[in-house]
Nanobody
Framework: VQLQASGGGLVQPGGPLRLSCKVSGFTLDDYAIAWFRQAPGKEREGVSCFSSSDGSTYYADVVSGRFTISTDNAKSTVYLQMNSLKPEDTAAYYC??????????????????WGQGTLVTVSS
């Protein structure tokens, strides 16, 4: 089982960026996929998650209305479209897989597999 996150980079405030999480060794039908982020000196926090099993989607309040999670099952890829980015969105972003449905708690211990981080820097 592998998850590979990509798409990070430097973006100006207010700009968009799309992250990708390519999964292998399992199908998106069997696992919920979440995005987390961790800024320097801060704890890792949940951003968004999607469960194919029940179609549920959750967003952290701080990104709701700006970020959108989506999937392409044919490509085994989960995307995080980030719009109206703010400097406080600067962090390493990680994707993770949970064999159960996701929820708004974004409990780290529930996620069995993690990808490496991709760095997002929002700065002018």
């Amino acid at each position: 089982v592998q998850l590979q996150a990509s798409g990070g980079g430097l973006v100006q405030p207010g700009g968009p960026l799309r992250l990708s999480c390519k999964v292998s060794g399992f199908t998106l039908d069997d696992y919920a996929i979440a995005w987390f982020r961790q800024a320097p000196g801060k704890e890792r926090e949940g951003v968004s998650c999607f469960s194919s099993s029940d179609g549920s989607t959750y967003y952290a309040d701080v990104v709701s209305g700006r970020f959108t999670i989506s999937t392409d099952n044919a490509k085994s890829t989960v995307y995080l479209q980030m719009n109206s980015l703010k400097p406080e969105d600067t962090a390493a972003y990680y994707c993770a897989a949970d064999s159960g449905p996701c929820d708004s708690d974004f409990e780290l211990l529930e996620y069995e597999y993690w990808g490496q981080g991709t760095l997002v820097t929002v700065s002018s």
